[in-house]
Structures are given as structure tokens and as C-alpha cells.
């Protein structure tokens, strides 16, 4: 049940009626999976993707881009099953033109009650949600406990939370910009931060067009940070054995070797070991060029 003890569909309409796009959460508070027609975004992928085309697919698929305000879809028979089955409800801040930094632990939420201005706060489990009018782009573990939900996440509905929501402060977006540019204390530096990036110098074989090739690759990518709670490892196995079977018919060289860094760096991006990432790309890049053949 939702913290208001109404069913999850319900709460769903009325967040959907105030403008905010909603999705189910089955158990383990994690969305459903896509089904097979929209593996690897072979659909396009829904509007509000990065990137994206239009999605045709009615069920509940992509993560928190499918989040929807749209009360047609949100009862629809394509989402029944998993309304039957939800356990809490989730939305997508950054559709609402929100930003909820997750506050994972008392000394998160510590921190930021001295370093970050007063906002709406929603209680959790563990510690709280600090929720901001604006959208950015979505950031995790910028500081131990602490995460940042907006353009490409989802964040579980907890209630309407306390206290007037202030604008999006220069110290939350900064926070961002130093997860890119500073490793953590005692972290060795990965090669993930000095990678190759694709063009058309490392693929002088590939017969696509570039606009073709990043559009796609872009699409794999957003799919892969999507899976911010779980799934990720295996999303990007499925993401590089697609993105290379499309290359089957190239004479080469096509540049999967760097298609396959950006893969990595994704999956790294939302918590999975970079070797278990490493290994999940390379098998799906493998599997890809064994089928070719």
C-alpha cells in the first residue's frame, strides 16, 4: 500500500491529475520489465527518452520513461496486470519539472540541512527526499548517501511531504559537475574517464550513417541508466549485443570497441562493478559477432 493507504492505482490518477507522470512499482519497489518487442529500445523508445522516437508499445516498459500523466494509458487493459501486481507507485520527477535529491541516511540528511536551502521534504525509510521546482539531469551517489532523481530516474511517491518548495539551488546542479570531474577519496581513477569515444576516425568500415549510429547508441545508453535500482549489468549485455548485430553486415572496422566504453561507463554510472560491466558488454558484442557468422 501507499503511505495514504489508498490503492497504488488511485494514488496514481490523482498524481497524474496534478501533473505528475506516474508509473507502477512491482516488489522490490522497481519497475516492471520491458517486454520483448521493446528489448534493447528495438521500438524506438518512448517520447520522453533522450533521443528517442516514438514508442507504439502499450505495456508498462523503459523504466521511468514509462511515466505517464495520461489517464487513458494509466488504466489501460496493457497496464492492468501490473497495477494488480504493484506494490507502490513511483514518478518521474524531471517530467514534472522536479528534482528530488535522495538523502539515503541520517548524515546525508545532516549535511544537507547545513549546505543545501530549505525545501519541501518528504520522510523515507532510511532519510528523507528533498524536493525542488526544476529538472536536471540525473546524478548518482554525488556524495555517500546521496543521490540525485530528476531527468532520467524515478523516485517512489511517499506523500506530499512538508514545508514550501524552494527553486533549484547552483549547489544541488554543482553537485553534479563534481561527480564528473572529481574520483572519490582513495578511489583509484578508472580508465572509464580517459575512454575513446566512437566517430568516425575508429569505424572507416561501418556502412551506417554517424547520425544513425549515435541516435542508436544514445538510445542503448539511456535505456542502461534507467536501471538505477537494479538490472543494469544485464541491460547493458542486451544493449551491446544489439547495438553490434546491427553492424553484422558492415565490412568493418565499426568501432565497437568504443561503442562498447560508452556501455560501460552507463552501466558503472548507476552502480555496477566495472568488471562485471566489462564482462556483460563483451559477451554481448561477442554473442552478436558469433550469430553473424
Known amino acids: 500500500m501507499t503511505p495514504d493507504c489508498k490503492t497504488p492505482l488511485r494514488t ?5 491529475t496534478a501533473g505528475g507522470p506516474v508509473l507502477p512499482l512491482r516488489l522490490g519497489k522497481v519497475p516492471f520489465g520491458n517486454c520483448r518487442a521493446c528489448a534493447a529500445v528495438a521500438c524506438g523508445g518512448r517520447p520522453n ?3 528517442a522516437g516514438p514508442c507504439q508499445c502499450p505495456a508498462v516498459c523503459h523504466g521511468w520513461a514509462a511515466a505517464t500523466t495520461d489517464p487513458h494509458v494509466i ?7 501490473a497495477w494488480r501486481q504493484a506494490v507502490a507507485v513511483a514518478y518521474h520527477p524531471g517530467g514534472a519539472g522536479l528534482t528530488v535529491v535522495d538523502l539515503d541516511n541520517a548524515a546525508a540528511v545532516e549535511w544537507a540541512r547545513e549546505a543545501l536551502p530549505a525545501t519541501r521534504t518528504v ?3 532510511r532519510g528523507e527526499h528533498w524536493i525542488y521546482r526544476g529538472a536536471m539531469r540525473s546524478s548518482n551517489a554525488v556524495r555517500p548517501g546521496v543521490d540525485i532523481k530528476s531527468l532520467m530516474s524515478y523516485a517512489r511517491w511517499l506523500g506530499p511531504g512538508t514545508g514550501r518548495m524552494a527553486d533549484l539551488p547552483p549547489a544541488v546542479r554543482a553537485l553534479a559537475v563534481k561527480e564528473e570531474t572529481t574520483p572519490a577519496p582513495g578511489e583509484v581513477v578508472s580508465s572509464i574517464a580517459s575512454r575513446a569515444r566512437w566517430d568516425r576516425t575508429v569505424a572507416t568500415g561501418c556502412r551506417h550513417t554517424e547520425r544513425y549510429v549515435r541516435t542508436g547508441l544514445e538510445r542503448g545508453l539511456a535505456l542502461v541508466r534507467a536501471r538505477t535500482e537494479s538490472g543494469a549489468g544485464s541491460q547493458a549485455f542486451g544493449v551491446a549485443r544489439f547495438l553490434a548485430g546491427q553492424h553484422a553486415q558492415c565490412p568493418g572496422p565499426c568501432g565497437l570497441d568504443a561503442i562498447g566504453e560508452d556501455i560501460v561507463t552507463a552501466a558503472v554510472s548507476v552502480g555496477v562493478p566495472e568488471t562485471y560491466a566489462r564482462r556483460a558488454v563483451a559477451n554481448g558484442l561477442k554473442m552478436a559477432s558469433e550469430r553473424a557468422a
Open 75 to 81: 488504466t489501460s487493459p496493457a497496464w492492468a496486470l
Open 49 to 51: 527518452m533522450k533521443d
Open 123 to 125: 520522510p523515507t525509510t
Open 12 to 16: 496514481a490518477l490523482e498524481l497524474a
